[in-house]
């Protein structure tokens, strides 16, 4: 596990850690609830998330039931068990904070949600939004092109194999 990364958000710490194993990032739920509700102390978002914990769990937000705990660097500068959470634990606990720092990132959320569905309904979408984000990136048509036929033959390879690709 890597420790010492920090993120800023609005010039505020954001603890972060790499599982190598898992290839995924973990962050400080205390630091993001910290932000996010503009708590004073690291006591004050501490005390926030415990409350918020106990109300998610309550309403049977299993998600959260398998926060993990990693050391990490605290203020005072020893390590301490944190409570961190991946991205997608992280992405339902910002849902529940209501505060107006985390309604940009609920309409972002909204807004994937629907994409996903129309995604679902008509999978066409997938290819017309991976082209769009791709030409924001600035990649060329011919790269673009590419790397689309790139993936269909991965996945058809895979399928042949026996390995079912959504």
Known sequence: MNDNTIQLFE????????????????????????????????????TYWAVLKKRLIEEGAELLTNCKQLKMTATDGKKRLTDVANTEQLLRIIQSIPSPKAEPFKLWLASVGRERIEETIDPELTKDRALATYLKKGYSREWINQRLQAIQVRKKNLAMSGIIVV
């Open 11 to 46: 010039d505020k710490r954001i603890r972060t850690a790499w599982d190598e194993e898992e290839q995924e990032w973990y962050f400080s739920v205390v630091d993001i609830v910290a932000v996010l509700t503009d708590q004073a102390t690291p006591r004050s978002a501490s």
